[in-house]
Nanobody
């Protein structure tokens, strides 16, 4: 059973940075799109960023140039560099892989932005 494992979350002060990573525990064939979502308490899950297999990216409106998504296809890993973090960025961040046969979701990593 292939699993996605996120890492890199934690507590950071406003204005700080974090780099999230998501790696697959096994081989997933033809991952066309990799996404990062987030879900804050009491709110719906929302898309933070997406990257296709040819490197095209898309970001949620709230990102405002602060986040950068990247992927390493050889390692089947996706990253999210988050800069200028705000308290409103506090949420559980999930990765999602949209593969040829099915989607995969990670268990999430907590990001807390607080002084």
């Amino acid at each position: 059973q292939v699993q996605l494992v996120e890492s890199g979350g934690g507590l950071v002060q406003p204005g700080g940075s974090l780099r999230l990573a998501c790696a697959a525990s096994g081989t997933i064939i033809s991952v066309r799109v990799m996404d990062w979502y987030r879900q804050a308490p009491g709110k719906q899950r929302e898309l933070a960023a997406s990257i296709t297999d040819d490197g095209s990216t898309n970001y949620g409106d709230f990102v405002e140039g602060r986040f950068t998504i990247s992927r390493d296809n050889a390692k089947n890993t996706v990253y999210l560099q988050m800069n200028s973090l705000k308290p409103d960025d506090t949420a559980v961040y999930y990765c999602r892989y949209r593969a040829l046969l099915r989607d995969y979701w990670g268990q999430g990593t907590q990001v807390t932005v607080s002084s």
